[in-house]
């Protein structure tokens, strides 16, 4: 099986700060990588695939990079509303796995 | 709008069984790969089955492979996991999810629709 592993696996941010996730697999995945966010309550929404491919209706300050084993999820300037956990999947192989999660809390 | 909606978890022992259903609307349900994914408080998101368009191909995770069943029936827009023989390590919240792709793996397009989910609880 593929492993996925996610760093931070917390992180404390203000609200306009710059922040990456990275998300580094135990094989080549070939950007078949997506990014999801989970909040409280909330179904996960998708945010990225294709490695780099914002989902429709995804605010622009969220981006996605990277190729072969390592990816990143970037947000440019954080908002009150992205606290929650960020997890990243990959496509690529079978069975389906996902990252372990990065919890991200607003200071 | 498009949405997802699951229904029939619930308290079971273990060892007993139960089935889950998931009915979508607002899309062409029979043209996409369909999801089952579990969320375990304070342990993330576990892919747990997976099915193609045409429902020809599956696939499992290991933890499930052997006791769960992944089916679909597009005249319904219906997904449905049969789970056997549960385990107390099988409780968690149960989410289907449509890929926006027809097949369900080798597809990089991401999982762009979720239910919220139905709880499973094998006590």
């Known amino acids: 099986d593929i492993q996925l592993t996610q760093s931070p696996s917390f992180l404390s941010a203000s609200v306009g700060d710059r922040v990456t996730i990275t998300c580094r697999a135990s094989q080549d995945i070939a950007r078949f990588l997506a990014w999801y966010h989970l909040k409280p309550g909330n179904a996960p929404n998708l945010l990225i695939y294709a490695a780099s491919t914002l989902q429709s209706g995804v605010p622009s300050r969220f981006s996605g990079s990277g190729s072969g084993t390592d990816y990143t999820l970037t947000i440019s300037s954080l908002q009150p509303e992205d606290f929650g956990i960020y997890y990243c999947q990959q496509l690529n192989d079978y069975p389906l796995t996902f990252g372990g999660g990065t919890r991200v809390e607003i200071k | 709008e498009v949405r997802l909606e699951e229904s029939g978890g619930g308290l079971v022992q273990p060892g007993r069984s139960l089935r889950l259903a998931c009915e979508g609307s607002?899309?062409?349900?029979?043209?996409?790969?369909m999801h089952w994914v579990r969320q375990v408080p304070g342990k993330g998101l576990e892919w747990v089955a997976g099915?193609?368009?045409?429902?020809?191909?599956?696939g499992y995770a290991k933890s499930v492979k052997g006791r769960f069943t992944i089916s679909r029936d597009d005249a319904q827009n219906s997904l449905f996991l049969e789970m056997n023989s549960l385990r107390p390590e099988d409780t968690a919240l149960y989410h289907c999810?449509?890929?926006?792709?027809?097949?369900?793996?080798?597809?990089?397009?991401?999982?762009?629709?979720w239910g919220r989910g139905t709880t499973v609880n094998v006590s």
């Open positions: 099915i193609s368009w045409h429902g020809h191909s599956l």
């Open positions: 999810a449509k890929h926006m792709g027809s097949q369900w793996f080798g597809d990089p397009t991401g999982l762009d629709v």
């Open positions: 607002g899309f062409t349900f029979e043209n996409y790969a």
